[in-house]
């Protein structure tokens, strides 16, 4: 199976700042890989598939990136609504896995 | 917007067989892949399985031996049955639709599945 790797696992940031995100897998999976944005309480939103594709409805603020093992997810001008967890997601072949998630957190 | 509704029993103990249900508000039930994800409390995403049609079913290597999927489109719905819980298997469970893409683009509010003697 294809393991992700998120770092960092939190970071703190302040309103207005610029955010990365990376994740790792541990085989070329191309750019099968997608971002989502996760509230407390709330189910997972998908922000970033194909590695750079924005999710229709999301800010421009969000940006994916890479492609084989390496991919980023940058927010610029964070604004207070971001402030949530991050996951990675996988897609190639027919398992699919997570990263252990990125929580963005307010300094 | 399609939406989707996750019901179920909240509290099983031990051994017991785990059933959920997802009803699909579309016919979209009949062009795209559907999976169920579960999240532990205070941890990470984890893909339990999916279906496309009644023939084509994934499930997760590490629990494949416990868990079925199925649908049923004429309800617009599709359901998951993971037999012998244990307290592992407390969870938010979500039902999802899946892309072509492999991605889930479309989530129910989940529900809370735990399991206690």
């Known amino acids: 199976d294809v393991q992700l790797t998120q770092s960092p696992s939190s970071v703190s940031a302040s309103v207005g700042d610029r955010v990365t995100i990376t994740c790792r897998a541990s085989q070329d999976i191309g750019t099968w890989l997608a971002w989502y944005q996760q509230n407390p309480g709330k189910g997972p939103k998908l922000l970033v598939h194909?590695?750079?594709t924005l999710q229709s409805g999301v800010p421009s603020r969000f940006t994916g990136s890479g492609s084989g093992t390496d991919f980023t997810l940058t927010i610029t001008s964070l604004q207070p609504e971001d402030f949530a967890t991050y996951y990675c997601?996988?897609?190639?072949?027919?398992?699919?896995?997570f990263g252990q998630g990125t929580r963005l957190e307010i300094k | 917007q399609v939406q989707l509704q996750e019901s179920g029993p909240g509290l099983l103990k031990p051994s017991e067989t785990l059933s959920l249900t997802c009803h699909v508000s579309?016919?979209?039930?009949?062009?795209?892949?559907w999976g169920w994800v579960r999240q532990p409390p205070g941890r990470a995403l984890e893909w339990v399985a999916s279906?496309?049609?009644?023939?084509?079913?994934y499930y997760n290597p590490s629990i494949k031996s416990r868990v079925t999927i199925s649908i049923d489109t004429s309800k617009r719905q599709f359901s998951l049955r993971l037999t012998s819980v244990t307290a592992a298997d407390s969870a938010v469970y979500y039902c999802?639709?899946?892309?072509?893409?492999?991605?889930?683009?479309?989530w129910g509010q989940g529900t809370q599945v735990t399991v206690s003697s």
């Open positions: 997601q996988q897609g190639y072949g027919f398992s699919i896995t």
């Open positions: 194909s590695a750079s």
């Open positions: 279906i496309y049609r009644a023939g084509n079913t």
């Open positions: 999802a639709r899946k892309t072509a893409t492999a991605f889930f683009d479309v």
């Open positions: 579309d016919d979209s039930i009949n062009t795209y892949y």
